[in-house]
């Protein structure tokens, strides 16, 4: 068997824990770099094996769960999820779970979402007046907390998101740091405001749930999808299970779509020619269809291909894992249980064999016909499961937006970058843009 490159750099007691909680998007670059397709490194004691390339990439996502585990790999969203939800669930509850979590996004629910979505940019955008500056990055937040709670939870829930439950969830979320990937219990003031948040956060959800089945209402959304969903057994979710998927579903609605959002209107403001192009196609089906239906959502090709290079140059998730259980063997390297592997989606993206020139924002790029070289939402049996939602929320949020308003960078271009302090790929804030009404 061939021996697997070990990264340099590693200090004796705890490995490359601080280069990578300091930046580890360029940490694993570095790995890549130095090592090749696989490049072992150790955090604080967690053996991790980067695994580089289309070939690696496709052997990682074909991975069968018996063998490579997400559930233990991902044990740092249990704190934030809840205990018996997810991560935390026996594989077979986990998976009617995850099911339940799809059934709640399915088509049926999804041809609704555009006329909300566009009616929380309308109510978001009403006091802006003609001509402005914000910081975009808590613009974002704000609005896409508001469009994912809508869709997905119903407008009761969304009518009760009150100042404490976004900063119950905002600190939740920023719970979420590297570090919580090989401790999520270790004494950390962060950590200890997360699980204040999560057991407050419980209390307030679990009472909109009495509510709910207090009341003769008919309910058709995801949070009826939970309270109704069950087990194979025929067992019904408990409240805390319905509390942790509704705080995944939360989460995954917009834990990521607020970077994206934010990334995409500041490549606008920086790319004045094909925003130009994109309104210029949003004009032409407005004519046809002035409620800009789900099908017009699905015909909207400049804005995709815009969106699918802020998706490449700017992934919301940077890596992904799995926890190894039984040995396994790739290209002639043995890698033995209780190692965890990982890929880098960001250093896939800069990959020049698949995407030329890939430090260059480029729209009028193809996606490469390999498949496991474009990755924004991962791949496989266990690709993400509200990438539909996801895109559907950014066409809608940006047909509304720039029918109305122009954009401008108000700052030198170069200055505005990714943030590589947390998770989730988002741009440093402030991230100021300057906005002026188009006129009619």
């Not at 052997?59 to 740092?76: H, K, P, V």
């Not at 997810?86 to 006329?115: C, G, T, W």
């Not at 939360?250 to 403001?269: C, N, Q, R």
């Not at 430090?359 to 009028?364: A, L, T, V, W």
Request: proline content about 5%; aromatic content about 10%.
């Amino acid at each position: 068997m061939k021996t697997i490159p070990i990264v340099s750099g590693a200090k004796p007691d705890t490995g490359h824990i601080e280069e990578y909680s300091a930046n580890f998007v360029q940490f694993l670059l570095r790995a890549e770099a130095e090592c090749g397709v696989l490049a072992e490194y150790n955090l604080a004691g967690q053996e991790t094996i980067l695994l580089s390339g289309v070939e690696a990439q496709e052997f990682f996502f074909r991975g069968s769960d018996e063998n490579l585990s997400r559930a233990a790999a991902y044990q740092a969203m249990v704190p934030v999820f809840g205990p018996g939800v997810i991560f935390d669930a026996p594989p077979d509850k986990m998976k009617s779970q995850l099911k339940i979590q799809v059934d709640a996004l399915r088509y049926q629910n999804m041809k609704n979402y555009a006329p909300v979505i566009a009616q929380e940019v309308e109510d978001w955008i009403a006091d802006w007046g003609d001509e402005g500056e914000l910081d975009f990055m808590d613009e974002f937040l704000e609005l896409t907390i508001h469009t994912a709670t809508h869709c997905l939870l119903g407008k009761d829930f969304r009518d009760k998101m009150t100042a404490e439950f976004k900063t119950l969830y905002r600190d939740l979320e920023a719970g979420l740091q590297a570090i919580a990937f090989v401790d999520p219990y270790m004494q950390q003031p962060i950590f200890e405001q997360r699980d204040r948040a999560r057991e407050r956060l419980e209390e307030i959800i679990t009472a909109m749930i009495d509510e709910r089945r207090n009341s003769d209402i008919e309910y058709n959304d995801a949070l009826a999808t939970f309270m109704t969903g069950t087990y194979a057994d025929g067992s019904c979710l408990t409240s805390t299970e319905v509390t942790g998927l509704v705080i995944a579903t939360i989460f995954a609605g917009h834990h990521t779509s607020s970077g994206t959002s934010t990334w995409m209107l500041t490549e606008l403001a920086r790319h004045p020619k094909e925003t130009a192009a994109i309104v210029e196609e949003l004009n032409a089906i407005y004519q046809q269809d002035e409620t800009l239906s789900h099908n017009a959502l699905r015909e909207m090709p400049k804005m995709e291909s815009f969106l699918n290079e802020v998706l490449r140059v700017h992934p919301p998730l940077v890596v992904l894992m799995r926890r190894v259980i039984n040995d396994i063997e790739f290209d002639g390297h043995a890698i033995p249980a209780g190692k965890t592997v990982a890929i880098s989606i960001f250093g896939s993206h800069r990959n020049p064999e698949y995407f030329p020139n890939p430090e260059i924002f480029d729209p009028s790029r193809t996606e490469p016909e390999t498949m496991f070289a474009y990755i924004p939402f991962g791949g496989g049996r266990h690709k993400c499961g509200g990438n539909a939602f996801a895109l559907l929320q950014q066409k809608a949020i940006f047909s509304a937006l720039l029918r109305r308003y122009s954009f401008e960078i108000v700052d030198q271009s170069d200055s505005y970058v990714d943030d590589l302090s947390g998770m989730v790929l988002r741009p440093k804030s402030p991230c100021r843009l300057r906005y002026k009404r188009r006129v009619s």
